[in-house]
């Protein structure tokens, strides 16, 4: 994983205290973030959303890694979800 961290750009200040401002401080934070979801990750968990609305893997890896070990073991529906912005490059 430490590898895919050096083939990114060099971390943004900028970002993140906009995610300091999203999810409060957490030390964790102060890294770009990983996101590493399990392929039996639903829909609703890995967009956002619900009736008391949360954000969903894909805003909490923003600035950061989004790692998909097991892609085609993923649900037809969440792969979906993801195709717009694994198209395009970005989350929107």
């Known amino acids: 994983v430490r590898l895919l961290y ?3 750009d ?7 205290i906009e995610r300091e401002a999203i999810f409060g401080f957490d ?5 770009r973030p990983l996101e590493e979801p399990h392929h039996t990750t639903p ?3 890995m967009v956002g959303g619900g ?5 969903g893997v894909i805003s909490r890896a ?3 890694l989004l790692f998909l070990d097991e ?11 993801l195709r717009e912005s694994i198209e395009s490059g970005r989350i929107e």
């Open 10 to 16: 060099p971390p943004d200040v900028d970002r993140f």
């Open 51 to 55: 009736s008391s609305i949360q954000p």
């Open 71 to 81: 892609l085609l073991r993923f649900k037809s529906p969440v792969l979906e979800s």
């Open 43 to 45: 829909t609703l968990a």
């Open 62 to 64: 923003h600035g950061g």
């Open 27 to 31: 030390e964790s934070l102060r890294w």
């Open 6 to 8: 050096s083939l990114t």
